[in-house]
C-alpha cells in the first residue's frame, strides 16, 4: 500500500480501472500512427490504445560498441551493507566510469550490475563527496549495458560535472519494481534493491553526500516517478522523459500487460496482480502525486510528430511507426499526471516539445535539458556543473592538439606531490620531474586507476600509449612496470622485473603470448598467467630471485593443478626437451609430456626414486598416463605406460596394467 504523510492510501474503483472490455487483446502489439495528441482525458486515452496502439517499444538498445572488461576487484570487503548483500567484483571500463556487480538479497540468482560515472573530482578529491543522479532505462533493458551509455552522450555529457550517474543495467519490462511472484524465470525486486541495497553501497563505497535525483525514459519514467513516491525520503528530483505517468486508466493495464508479453514474455499480473488490483493503484504516478511535495518534478513528451530533417531537430533518423504512437501515449499519460499534480497543489516543471517521438535522440535532448533542474534541485554549486580549467607548462604542451580533448579539471597534486596530473574529456595527463607528461587513454588508463595510478606500484608513465610490434595491442611502461592491453586480453600490469623476465623469452611474441591476468602472490613469490602459459617470480632464496617460464601442455598441466599453490610449489628451471618430449622440475616434483601419454604430475619420494633406477621414462615403465594420486587404503600410486607404481606402508611395488 502506498502511504501518503498527509492521507490515507487512495481508492480507486474497479469499474474505473478496467472499461478494458472494448479493448481490442491486440493492443500493445501493433502501432497505428497518430499524427499529433487530440486530447488528454481518461476518454481520449482509451480510444489511443483502442486503436491497436501500445506501448512495447521495439526500441531495444542496440549492441553496445565491444569491450573489454577490467577485473577490478574480486569480492572487496565493503562494511555496512545489509545482510546477504556483496559486491561479486568491479570492473573499471574508463577513467570514471566503472561497472559494480552486486551480489543480491533481493534478487539472488545472479549478481546485478550498476554501471557508475564518477564524479569529475572523484580522482583529484579523495575526501569529497557527491550527490547522484540515477538513470533508469527503457522497457527493453539489455542485460549487458544500459541503453543511456549505448545511444546517449551521457559519458561525455557528465564528465565536467560533480555528481556521480547511477545506471542500473538490465531489468526488461520490470518497472523497476518489486513483483508478486516470478515469471519467465525472474523474480524481480528492483525496488528492494534500489532503495534497501544499492543506496547503503553508494553511502559506503562511492561517497554519496545523500542528495538524488531519478530520471528515467519511457518504463523508466515511470519507475521513477514510482520509487520518488514511494519512498519520499530518498529522491530530491524526479524526472520522467516520454514516460507512462497514467497506468491504471481505462485500457492502460491491459496495454502494459500486451507489452510485457512482447518484450520479453512476462506476465503483467506476476508484477502488480489481477488488473485493477491494489498493487495497480498503488503504482499508479498519478496517484501518489501527495508524496511528491518538497520535490523537483520534471516531465516531458514530444507530440508524435516526426520532424527529422527540419530546422533546429535533433532526430537522426526518420521515425518509426512505434516511435510516433508511442509518444502520443506518453504525451497523453503526462498530461493527466501534470493536471493531477494541479488539484494536489504540486508545481511541475513540463516540457511539452511541439514534435518529436519515441526514440534516443530526445531523451538526450531531455537530459541535457533537465540538468539545470537537477543541479538546482542537488544544490550543486555553479563551480560544479562544468569546468573551468586550463591546462599550463609541460601538461599543456603534451595537450595542445587536443587529442585528448579539452580539460575538466586543473592540474592538482598526485603521488603525495611528487607530480601533477590533469584530467580531460578522453583521458588523464600526468607530469613527473623524471618522467616528463605522458597521456593516458581508454582501458590501459582504466587500469592504470585501479591501480592507484602514480601513487601505487607501477609509479609513473614513462610512455604514452605505444603500439606492440605485432599489431595486436597496446602498452604503456611505468617507472616500476608496464600494461599491455589486447581486445582479448584486456588491459593487464606487469612488474618490472617480470616484465624483463618475459621480455628476455621475446615479450609477445615470445612462447607466453600476452598477460591475461595480474600477478598473484603465492607463498613468498609471485605467479602471472598468459595467454600460453606461466611466468613466475619464485621466493628470494640465497639472495637470488629467479624467474621461470612453464608454458605449453606443462603449462595446461600446471595451471590445472593449482599453480604454485599446488603441490608441485615453484618451478626450479624452464622445460627441457628430451627423447620423445619434454619435463620440467619443480619444488616438490616433475611435470612430463609426451604425444602419446600427455602431460603428468609425479612426486618426489620412493616411487619417483623406484622409477629413477628403471631408467625414468626412457626405461621399461616409459611416461607416466596419471598423476600420482593417493591410494584411499592409505599410500600413493601411478600408471605408466608400461605399468604401475604402489608405495604402501613404504614399500614400493610394481603392477601390470
Known sequence: MRFSPRRSPRKVTKGQLLAVAAVPTAVAVGVAVMPAVAQNSSSGMSSALSSGRGISDGLRPSDPPPRTPIEVDQHPQIPGLPAGVSVERIEWLTQRRVAVFINSAAMPDKPIQVQILLARDWHSNPQAKFPE???????????????????????????????NVIMPVGGESSFYSDWQKPSNGKHYNWETFLTKELVPLLN??????????????????????NLAERNPNLFDFVGSFSGYLDTTTSGMPLAIKAAQLDAGGYDSEAMWGPLGSQDWIDHDPKLGIENLKGKTVYVSAGSGQDDYGKPNSVASAPAVPAGVGLEVISRM????????????????ITRYRPSGVHAWDYWQFEMTQAWPHIADALGV??????????????????????????????????AGGKGKAE????????????????????????????????GGWLGFPKTGELSTPDGKGRFVHFQHGSIYWTPGTGAQAIPGDMFAAWGAGGYERGPLGYPVEEAQSVGGGYVQKFEKGYLTRNPEKDGETKHFFVYGALGAKYGEMGGPASKLGYPTGNEKKINGGYF?????????WSPSSGAHAIYRGAIFDHWGKNGWEQGKFGWPTS??????????????????LDQVFGQVRERKN
Open 423 to 454: 584530467e580531460f574529456r578522453g583521458g588523464t595527463a600526468f607530469w613527473s620531474p623524471e618522467t616528463g607528461a605522458q597521456l593516458l587513454v581508454g582501458a590501459i588508463l582504466a587500469k592504470y586507476n585501479q591501480l592507484a595510478g602514480p
Open 584 to 592: 620440467q622440475e619443480f619444488e616438490n616434483g616433475n611435470l612430463y
Open 204 to 225: 559506503e563505497h562511492y561517497r554519496s553526500n545523500g542528495k538524488r535525483a531519478v530520471v528515467g525514459l519511457s518504463m523508466g519514467g515511470t519507475a521513477a516517478v
Open 333 to 348: 499519460s503526462t498530461q493527466t499526471f501534470e493536471r493531477y499534480a494541479h488539484k494536489a497543489g504540486v508545481p511541475v
Open 133 to 163: 543522479v540515477w538513470a533508469l532505462d527503457g522497457l527493453r533493458a539489455r542485460e549487458d549495458e544500459s541503453g543511456w551509455t549505448i545511444e546517449t552522450n551521457i559519458e561525455q555529457f557528465y564528465a565536467d560535472k560533480n555528481v
Open 381 to 414: 554549486s555553479k563551480a560544479d556543473r562544468g569546468a573551468d580549467c586550463a591546462p599550463v607548462g609541460a601538461i599543456a604542451e603534451a595537450t595542445k592538439s587536443g587529442v585528448i580533448g579539452s580539460c575538466v579539471t586543473n592540474e592538482y597534486d598526485v
Open 627 to 644: 598423476d600420482m594420486t593417493e591410494i584411499p587404503t592409505g599410500g600413493l600410486t601411478i600408471s605408466f605406460q608400461n605399468g604401475s
